[in-house]
């Protein structure tokens, strides 16, 4: 079992920032990849960005040149920089992990409880 614990996120004005950091606990037997998902009301959850074992970022169109994805290999955690935040940014944030469990070939998802994200214009 793998626990997501996230913090960060809050409230802020159009233009501002904010830090989303996430940190994986538990028994595993590496991490695949780590990153960011959001879901504002009535919407799909989409993914924000991610980041591999290997520093390979993948970002949202929505989000490429304000948003910047980091990870600590030996922290097991990802960052989120989210800057130039606009109301379209307001969302749940999840944490999101691809772990393997016991070995490369037992690969499991998880997820974090959430973090809220909230833009006011």
């Known amino acids: 079992q793998v626990d997501l614990v996230e913090s960060g996120g809050g409230s802020v004005q159009s233009g501002g920032s904010l830090r989303l950091s996430c940190t994986a606990s538990?028994?595993?037997?590496?991490?695949?990849?780590m990153g960011w998902y959001r879901q504002s009301p009535g919407s799909e959850r989409e993914r924000v960005a991610i980041i591999s074992r290997t520093g390979d970022a993948t970002y949202d169109d929505s989000v490429k040149g304000r948003f910047t994805i980091s990870s600590d290999d030996a922290k097991n955690t990802v960052d989120l920089q989210m800057n130039s935040l606009n109301p379209e940014d307001t969302a749940v944030y999840y944490c999101?992990?691809?772990?393997?469990?016991?070995?490369?070939?037992?690969?499991?998802?998880?997820w974090g409880q959430g973090t809220q994200v909230t833009v006011s214009s």
């Open positions: 999101y992990a691809a772990v393997w469990i016991h070995s490369p070939y037992d690969r499991k998802d998880f």
């Open positions: 538990g028994s595993f037997f590496g991490i695949i990849f």
